[in-house]
C-alpha cells in the first residue's frame, strides 16, 4: 500500500506541470516561433542547461545573482569525484551565448544568426505568472565588430510573421532607439552619471502617473516645463511618419548628437521593416520604450497584443554593443529578442485566448466495436493505412463497448471515429464518424485515407 | 580587457555543446521521432527538469541514487525563503511520468499514451558517451488495471516507423519476453530469489564467452549440460516463425507455467506487429534479451543498426506491472521504450553517419553584392518574397565583397545563392546559382519563388 503523501505529487512551486492540453498548444507555439526564425535563416545551437558558475556570475549583479541555482550530489558515492560545486543551472539564454561565441569565435561566421529554444533557471518567489522555471525562444544576430541595422529591422518582421501565423488577436511591435531618449535627456540637462536612472524612469512610464515621472525627472534636474513636453513627445499618438518628421525637426536643434545618431538609427530600421512587407498596422515607433537593462545600447523592442495590454510585452529586446566582452576581448555587437514562452503560454490560456481543452494530436480515432481478440488484425490494418498516409491516429485498445469509446473520443475531441461491426468488415466498408456533428457515413476501405484527408483538410 | 581564463569558456565535462551542424542534425532527428510519435496517436505533457527529491529517491536505489543533482541557491538574498533543498533534477523520464499520472489519475482517461522528449541529468563521471546531461525521447502507454499487449506491439511499429524514416541504415527491433525466461530459468532449477541474479547473468550474454555464463548459471545451480542447451536456444539464429515454433514445442514439457504465458504474450506481440505492417527483415525475436532492470515483466525490446552492432542498443524498453506503485494504490500497467538522443547523435557522427557540417537549415543565402547603403530595400524584397512561399532565406548583411559572401555561403552549404548587380535589378531578374556546380541562371524575379521551389525539391 502507497502512503506518499498526495501533496508531495504536486509539482514544486514555481514549476508548473502541463497536461496534455496545455503541452499540445504549447507545442503549437513553439513550432511556429521555431519555423519562422528558421525561415529568416536562422540555425539553433544547443548549450548545456548547466554552466559554471564562473561564467554565470562573472557580470551578473543585483538580484539576479541571488538567483542562480548551483548544483550539489545528493547522495555522492564514497568514492565519488563530486565537482558539483562547480555546475549551476543558466538563468538565461544570452550568457550562455556569449560563452559560446566566445569559446567558438575563431570557427563560426559572423555574422552568426542563432536560435535557442529551451529553458531556463531562476530561484525567485514563485508567483502568479513568475516561474522558477520558463522556456525562453530567442534569437539573436552576432556581428564581427559591426552589425548594420539592417539586422534589427529583420528582427521586427520575425516578430510579425510569428504572430500573424500564431493568430491570437491583433499585435504591435513597438520599435525604439535608446539613444533617442539619451539625447532627449542629455538636451533637458541629465547629466551623464544620471542617464541610466532617468531612462529607469522612462520606464515605468506606462505604469505610474505623470505626476510621479515629472517629479522623478525633476530629481534628476528637469523643470517640470521640459518634463511635461517629453513626456507629451513620449506618449503622443501620431503615425510612424509623423513620428520620424517632429524627430528629424527636432535634431538641428537638439544639443546632443545621439540623438541625431538615433533618429538616422531609427529611420534605417523603419525603411528596413518596411522594404521587408511588413504590414503599417504591425509596428509602430513608441519613444516611450526603454527596456530597463544597461544592456541595450541602440534599437529597442516590446510587443503587445493590442487588445491585452495586460498581458506585458510577448516579445522584446534590442540592440547591444558587445555581447561577451566578459570573455573575450573581440568586440561583438549583437541585436535580438526573447519570447517568454511559459508566461505567455499560461496566460493565453487563462485569458481563453488558447484552448488547452484539445487532448490529441491525432484527429482520427480508430475504435474496436468487437473487441480485440478476434478482429485485432483488421483494426491495427486500419490505422496501418492511415499511418501509412501521414494521418496520426490512435487505436482504442482497451476492451470496452463502442459508447465508451466514443466519450472517449468526446472527451479528447477526436474530430473522427473509424467503426466497424461484422457486417462493415465482411463488406471491406468502415464507419467514419464526425465526433463534432456526430454524423456518420459507410465508406469503403480503399477510400478511408482519401475521406479523412479531406475531412480534416 | 577580458582576462577570463579560457579553459572555463568550454562547457563542464559531461554537458556537450551542440553547435549549428550537430543541433542542427540533433533537430531533424527529433522531428522524426516527435512525428512518428504523434502519428500513433501519442500526446506531449511537460513535467519540470526539477523535481522533489522525495519524489525522485521514492525507489531509487544503489547507483542511481547517488547521481541525483539536487538545487541549492548560490547567493541567497538574505530575506529570501530558500527552499531549494528540495529541490533536484529529474534522472530519468519515467519517475516524472509516474508522479504526473498518480497526481492527475482521476482527470486521464486511460490508456495514456504519452510522449516526451527532454533533458535528464546523472551525475556520473563523464566518459566517452557518457553525459551528464542528455536527451530522452520517450512513450509510454499506461492502462487502468489492465493494458492490452496490442500495446506492445504497436511500439514495434513505431520504433521501426522512425528508423526508417531517420534512413540510418538497416536495423532490427528485437523482441523477447521476460517471463520465456523466467520460465526456462525455473524449469532449469533456478529458485525464485535467485531469478533476477540469473537475469542478469542472462544480460550479459552478448558481453562474456560462453563459459562464463555456464560457470555463472552453475553457481545458481544449474547443470553445465542444461546451461549449454539454454544457451543455445537463446542464440540460436532461427526466424520468427522457426522460434516460435520452438517455444510452443517447448510449452507441454516446461514446468513453469510462466513460460507458456509469456510464449503466448510473444505471440500475441508478433502477431500485432505483423497487422500494423511492419517489414519482417526489421524485427526479430531475441531470447537471449533480457534488460536489466527488476522493472520489466514481460515484454522486452532492444534495437541495433545492423551494420554498427557497437553503437549498442538504440531504442530500449518494455513491458512493468506498475508505473506508479510508490505514489498510489492504483494498478497501473504500462509499456514504453526510450531512444538516448544525445548518445544516439554523437555517435552517429562520430561513425560518420550523420552529417554535422551542413550549418544552415536555410536552402537560400541572398547576397548584397552592390552592398547595403543604397540597394539594401532590393536584396530585403528578393528575401521576402522567398520567405512569404515558406522558402527558409537568409540575407547577407554585412558589406564584403561578393565572393567573400559565395565562400560564407561555401562553408556554411546553402545549396542556392541569389545574386544582383545593377543590371539585373534595372532588368527585373535576378542571378540564381547552385553553390554545389557554381552553375548559374539569370531569372526573372517573377520566377524566382518557382525557380527555387524546383531546385530545393
Avoid: W
Amino acid at each position: 500500500m502507497s502512503s506518499f503523501p498526495k501533496q508531495l505529487l504536486q509539482s514544486p512551486s514555481g514549476f508548473p506541470d502541463l497536461g496534455p492540453g496545455a503541452a499540445i498548444a504549447q507545442r503549437r507555439i513553439l513550432d511556429v516561433i521555431r519555423t519562422q526564425y528558421e525561415r529568416a535563416g536562422f540555425v539553433p545551437i544547443e548549450t548545456p542547461l548547466v554552466e559554471r558558475p564562473a561564467v554565470l556570475l562573472a557580470k551578473t549583479e543585483g538580484e539576479m545573482s541571488t538567483q542562480v541555482y548551483g548544483l550539489r550530489l545528493m547522495n555522492p558515492a564514497p568514492d565519488a569525484q563530486d565537482d558539483s560545486k562547480d555546475l549551476a543551472l543558466r538563468f538565461d539564454q544570452t550568457v550562455p551565448l556569449a560563452r559560446f561565441v566566445a569559446a567558438n569565435q575563431h570557427e563560426i561566421d559572423f555574422p552568426f544568426r542563432r536560435y535557442v529554444i529551451g529553458p531556463v533557471f531562476r530561484g525567485e518567489r514563485a508567483k502568479d505568472g513568475r516561474y522558477r522555471q520558463f522556456t525562453q525562444a530567442d534569437i539573436d544576430v552576432i556581428g564581427d565588430g559591426k552589425l548594420e541595422l539592417l539586422h534589427d529591422a529583420e528582427i521586427v518582421s520575425i516578430i510579425s510573421a510569428i504572430f500573424t501565423e500564431l493568430d491570437f488577436g491583433s499585435f504591435t511591435v513597438r520599435i525604439n532607439n535608446r539613444k533617442i531618449l539619451q539625447g532627449l535627456l542629455v538636451d533637458m540637462g541629465v547629466t551623464t552619471e544620471k542617464i541610466s536612472e532617468a531612462i529607469a524612469v522612462v520606464d515605468r512610464i506606462e505604469k505610474v502617473s505623470r505626476s510621479v515621472i515629472v517629479s522623478d525627472l525633476g530629481q534628476l534636474g528637469v523643470s517640470d516645463a521640459k518634463a511635461v513636453d517629453f513626456i507629451n513627445m513620449l506618449t503622443g499618438k501620431m503615425s510612424t511618419d509623423e513620428t520620424l518628421a517632429a524627430l528629424a525637426a527636432r535634431v538641428p536643434t537638439c544639443s546632443a548628437d545621439i540623438f541625431g545618431e538615433g533618429v538616422s538609427e531609427l529611420e534605417r530600421v523603419i525603411a528596413g521593416v518596411r522594404s521587408l512587407g511588413v504590414d503599417e498596422n504591425r509596428f509602430r515607433i513608441d519613444l516611450s520604450i526603454a527596456r530597463g537593462l544597461d544592456y541595450y545600447t541602440g534599437t529597442v523592442y516590446e510587443t503587445q497584443f493590442d487588445a491585452y495590454p495586460d498581458l506585458g510585452s510577448i516579445a522584446s529586446g534590442g540592440r547591444y554593443e558587445n555581447l561577451a566582452g566578459t570573455f573575450t576581448n573581440r568586440n561583438l555587437p549583437g541585436v535580438g529578442i526573447s519570447i517568454g514562452v511559459t508566461r505567455l503560454l499560461l496566460r493565453l490560456i487563462k485569458a481563453g485566448l488558447v484552448d488547452a481543452t484539445i487532448k490529441t494530436i491525432a484527429p482520427v480515432l480508430v475504435t474496436t466495436a468487437l473487441g480485440l481478440e478476434e478482429n485485432a488484425s483488421t483494426y491495427l490494418d486500419y490505422a496501418r493505412r492511415l499511418r501509412e498516409s501521414g494521418i496520426a491516429t490512435e487505436v482504442y485498445m482497451a476492451s470496452k463497448p463502442l459508447g465508451k469509446q466514443l466519450q472517449f473520443a468526446d472527451r479528447r475531441r477526436f474530430k473522427l471515429a473509424v467503426i466497424a461491426f461484422e457486417d462493415e468488415i465482411a463488406s471491406g466498408n468502415v464507419i467514419l464518424r464526425d465526433m463534432k456533428t456526430g454524423e456518420q457515413e459507410v465508406v469503403k476501405l480503399t477510400d478511408l485515407v482519401q475521406k479523412v484527408q479531406r475531412a480534416i483538410a
